[in-house]
C-alpha cells in the first residue's frame, strides 16, 4: 500500500513557522543568519514559497535542520514510503478536521471481528462513519493525549463497541481511563501495546507502540498522535525543546522498519523519517 493519497499534514511555511519557534527565532535573525531575504521567508511562511533549494539549504543550516527532506518539502516531492508487512490488521480513520485530517487507527488481529482502538475523533457521528463493518467490538481505546480531534469520540465508543478499558497519558485527566506511564504495557491475544512518554507537543503525550506476540520479527506499529507526522512534527505548544528530545529518543528506540501511525496526515515509517523529515538530524 502506498501512501500518496492523503496530503501531508504540513507544508513549508508550516515547517518553517514550528522551527522558527523551537530555534525562539524570527524571520529576521533568520534571513540574517540564513543570507536569504526576509520577505522571501515571509512569504513561504504564507504558503507562497518560490524559495530555491539553495536557499532553502541556507535555511536549513541556520534552523538546524534536514536540508535533504526541507528541500524535498520545499519542491514538493517529500517522499512517501511503500507500507507494507504488519502482522497485523490496521485501519486508519480519516475524519475531517479544518483544512485536513485527525486519524484514529484500529488494530485488529488478521481476520478478528474486535480490536484496539487509538484515540476516538472529534465526535462519535464521525467515527462511526469511518468504521469498518469487520470490526464488532473493541477491547480497549488508548489516547496518545486529551485534545477535541482525538478524543471526541472515545467514551460513545467505549459503551457502542463494549470497551471494557480505556487509557490515557499519565497527568491526562478523563473520566472512566486508567494511566499509562513510560514503559508499562498491556496485552490483547497476540497484540503487545507499549507505552512512550512524550511530551512536547502537550504535557500529557504518549506515543503507543504495537507489536505482534505471536511474529515478533515483523514490523511493529507507532501511533504517534501529535509528536512525529511525515515530513513534520506537532506543535511544540508545552514545550518545543522536550517535542524535539522525545522525538531522537524514538526515532533512535524503535527499528527502522516500524510503521508511523500518526494523529495527522498520512502513514509513514521510521526509516522514511530519518531520512527526509527536516526535524531529524
Given amino acids: 500500500m502506498v501512501t500518496a493519497a492523503l496530503p501531508l499534514e504540513d507544508e513549508l511555511g508550516d515547517v518553517l513557522e ?12 533568520l534571513a540574517d543568519r540564513a543570507r536569504v531575504d526576509a520577505a522571501r521567508i515571509r512569504d513561504a511562511m504564507d504558503y507562497r514559497s518560490d524559495l530555491s533549494c539553495d536557499e532553502l539549504r541556507r535555511i536549513a543550516a541556520a534552523l538546524g535542520l534536514n536540508e535533504v527532506g526541507l528541500c524535498a ?3 514538493g516531492r517529500y517522499p512517501r514510503p511503500e507500507i507494507s508487512g504488519l502482522p497485523f490488521d490496521l485501519h486508519a480513520l480519516h475524519m475531517a478536521h479544518g483544512i485536513g485530517v485527525a486519524n484514529a487507527y484500529l488494530v485488529a488481529e488478521t481476520g478478528a471481528s474486535h480490536g484496539l482502538l487509538f484515540d476516538a475523533g472529534a465526535d462519535f457521528s464521525a467515527l462511526r462513519r469511518n468504521w469498518p463493518r469487520a ?7 488508548f489516547l496518545t493525549h486529551v485534545e477535541t480531534e482525538h478524543t471526541g469520540g472515545w467514551c460513545e465508543a467505549l459503551a457502542a463497541f463494549g470497551a471494557t478499558q480505556a487509557f490515557v497519558p499519565e497527568g491526562a485527566t478523563v473520566p472512566c481511563t ?11 491475544g497476540h497484540l503487545e501495546v ?9 504535557e500529557a503525550h504518549n ?22 507526522f511525515a515530513g513534520s512534527v506537532g506543535g511544540g505548544y508545552f514545550c518545543p525543546r522536550r517535542l524535539l528530545a522525545q522525538l531522537r529518543r524514538i526515532m533512535e528506540s524503535v527499528p527502522p522498519d516500524t510503521v508511523v ?17 527536516p526535524f531529524v538530524v
Fill in 261 to 277: 501511525a500518526p494523529g495527522h496526515g498520512p502513514l509513514t515509517t521510521i526509516k522514511n523519517e530519518r531520512q527526509f523529515n
Fill in 178 to 188: 486508567d494511566p499509562l506511564g513510560e514503559g508499562s504495557s498491556r496485552v490483547f
Fill in 194 to 202: 507499549r507505552a512512550f512518554r512524550t511530551p512536547g507537543h502537550c
Fill in 135 to 141: 470490526i464488532e467490538k473493541i477491547d480497549a481505546i
Fill in 207 to 228: 506515543c503507543y507502540l504495537v507489536r505482534s506476540r505471536a511474529r515478533p520479527d515483523a514490523p511493529a506499529l507507532l501511533v504517534s498522535g501529535d509528536l512525529l
Fill in 73 to 75: 518539502l520545499g519542491a
Fill in 18 to 29: 514550528k522551527a522558527l519557534r523551537g530555534a525562539e527565532m524570527t524571520a529576521r535573525t
